[in-house]
């Protein structure tokens, strides 16, 4: 098939680019970058990101009525 297409400057730059890196021809490259860029979502498809949460329990029950209790929860026995 022939046609005839309208590239924008970084789009043509990018493909002289890959042009000289690969040393294909313009049709060669233009073909081979369309087919990779038609294939990505056919090979590739991204699943969602789903976070499964947990609910969260205190390790310990602080009362924050009796300070001495608590000193001794967060520091231990010896915290006078």
Do not use: C
């Not at 990779?36 to 976070?51: A, D, M, S």
């Not at 949460?53 to 602080?62: D, E, N, S």
Request: proline letters at 4%; charged letters at 35%; glycine letters at 4%.
């Amino acid at each position: 098939m022939r046609t005839t297409l309208t590239l924008d400057d970084d789009v043509a730059a990018k493909l002289k680019e890959e042009m000289r890196r690969s040393g294909r021809s313009f049709k060669e490259t233009v073909n081979t970058v369309l087919r990779n860029g038609l294939n990505v979502t056919k090979k590739n498809k991204i699943e969602p990101f789903n976070v499964n949460p947990k609910k969260l329990k205190p390790r310990i029950r602080v009362d924050y009525d009796n300070i001495g209790e608590l000193l001794e929860q967060i520091e231990g026995s010896l915290h006078k």
